[in-house]
């Protein structure tokens, strides 16, 4: 048997460097057997994916320093390599499921569907579909997709017995079918969800063994059915544990950068970001703590993972991002390293611009824009905080700037400001209150070159790393007041985008 592994991950962000940790380990598992890594793209969230998201995909990976042997850049014999490119090939096998009785359409409007969950609630019943549409008549069925009602296609999962689940880590894992929602194959868009254009893909791709995060083993027995539907052959499956923060909770953007674009613009070296990554869960023979991709995929045992789970430690990848700085770099070569970084006439021409007005001397250049060449920056309370506010309500007003930033695609400073605009009209505040704590929370400066241009040539995810610090310095928010504030801001938008179009549907 030819080994043949791959990783999926969806543009529709900033690469995660979850992406790249799984990628290292899939990669390292088909190396060592002599196998096949696999690249594909799962584009079928038609609102969220961009060409752009894509591409940081691509670049981020090989930043890395991870290759793959097919996918939508280089081909390969089992294309097309973007789920986007192979929805006939998802619709004929749903066709085919539906023939055989082991799906069916389902004609539920959303305003059913959510009576239906609030029915379960206030009756504290399992929230999952009721399975209204699951005894409808063929001839209904067909007359109802002549007249083209919207629909989409589900599972039919049995209502009795277990699906048994062997992991490879964890061994086997029962599920009463019972628990097992009639899960949708296809959108009324035409589009599969995951769990179809999944199976379907590994099957016809011919992945061997499936590596993923263990928050896909709930799924896994949708996808066993789905197998035994087609009476396909399973591949094995292989749960890793997830990155963590140091709390113990799933490791996200709330508490540490999570794109590989924050690692590369923070300074850190790609080898010394994917070497941490393979300490993750992972123990290798010799328990040396520092190494190559050749080396760790030299004793390379899928088997050595560990599964109690992973802090991702920024302090201990600064430690061994100054190792390989120390050991694995001459001057010259290290000088090289930040000339491809940030010491370059490219990112440091945007800079005069910005100060021209503002130098007496050439020397006054570097001292001032010192923020945009750092990792991080020091905070102090005393400016951080609005003059007119405690320290809480200040934490409030940035973390709806992060809010605000969240969704921006196109990091411009025209836009930024935009977005800060937006966040003083919801506080119904002046936008001086925000932006004096905007420019310490962003350079550690009570005066700094222009705000928005610094944030434009900081990037998106550094930014957010600054905000996110300012706010622990104020004393952070507890997750009541940040799903408060959350849920608010979420109303807001609806309104404002709710008006906006019937304003375009008066015109």
């Known amino acids: 048997m030819t080994v043949r592994v791959r990783i999926a991950p969806s543009p529709t962000g900033s690469p995660h460097v979850g992406t790249a940790y799984m990628g290292l380990f899939n990669y390292a598992f088909a190396k060592s057997h002599n196998g096949s890594f696999i690249l594909r793209i799962e584009d079928t969230d038609q609102t969220r994916s961009r060409p752009e998201y894509e591409d940081g995909i691509f670049k981020s990976l090989k930043w890395i320093g991870l290759s793959w042997d097919e996918g939508p850049d280089k081909g390969g014999d089992f294309g ?203 123990s290798r023979p010799d ?85 945009l060449l750092a990792t991080d920056v020091e905070h102090d309370p005393a400016i951080l905080q609005s003059k007119n506010r405690d320290a809480s309500t200040s934490a409030e007003l940035l973390h709806t700037v992060l809010l605000a930033l969240e969704d921006m695609e196109c990091w411009e400073a025209d836009l930024i400001k935009a977005n800060i605009e937006k966040t003083a009209s919801f506080h119904q505040i002046p936008i001086r209150e925000i932006t004096s704590m905007l420019f310490v929370a962003v350079s550690g400066m009570k005066v700094a070159p222009p705000l928005y241009q610094s944030m434009e040539l900081l990037g998106k995810d550094m930014t957010r790393r600054r905000i996110q610090n300012a706010i622990s310095v104020l004393g952070g928010l507890g997750k009541k007041k940040i799903k408060k504030l959350e849920e608010k801001w979420a109303a807001a938008r609806h309104n404002s985008e709710t008006i906006s179009d019937k304003a375009v549907d008066n015109e």
Not at 233 to 243: D, K, N, Q
Not at 296 to 304: G, L, M, P, Q, T
Not at 329 to 345: C, M, T
């Open 80 to 282: 097309p390599y973007r789920q986007s490119e192979r929805t006939e090939i998802y619709q004929r096998h749903v066709e085919s499921l539906l023939h055989n009785h082991k799906a069916y359409r389902c004609f539920c409007t959303a305003e059913r569907l959510a009576e239906m969950r609030a029915y379960q609630r206030a009756n504290k019943l399992a929230e999952g579909y009721d399975g209204y549409c699951r005894d409808m008549g063929q001839e209904e069925s067909e007359r109802r997709l002549k007249n083209k009602e919207p629909h989409v296609v589900r599972l039919m999962v049995p209502d009795l017995g277990e699906c048994v689940m062997e992991d490879r880590l964890r061994g086997p894992i029962c599920y009463d079918f019972k628990q097992i929602d009639d899960q949708v194959l296809i959108k009324s868009d035409g589009f599969p969800t995951y769990h179809l254009a999944n199976v379907v893909d590994d099957h016809l791709m011919k992945v061997t063994h499936v590596i993923r995060g263990e928050e896909w083993v709930s799924s896994t027995p949708k996808h066993i059915l789905l197998y035994q539907a087609f009476d396909w052959t399973l591949p094995e499956f292989i749960h890793l544990p997830l990155l963590l923060n140091p709390d113990g909770s799933k490791l996200s953007k709330r508490k540490n950068p999570t794109s590989v674009e924050y690692y590369r613009d923070a300074g850190f070296l790609p080898e010394a970001l994917l070497n941490y990554l393979g300490l993750m869960s992972y």
């Open 287 to 371: 328990q040396q703590e520092k190494f190559s991709l050749d080396q760790f995929v030299s004793d390379f045992n899928i088997d050595r993972v560990s599964l109690g789970g992973s802090i991702f430690d920024l302090q201990k990848l600064k430690w061994l991002n100054a190792r390989y700085i120390r050991e694995n770099y001459s001057p010259e070569q290290l000088w090289d390293q930040l000339s491809a970084w940030r010491l370059n006439s490219e990112y440091l021409s945007k800079m005069v611009p910005m100060m021209q007005n503002r130098l007496h001397t050439l020397g006054d250049l570097i001292p001032a824009c010192a923020f």
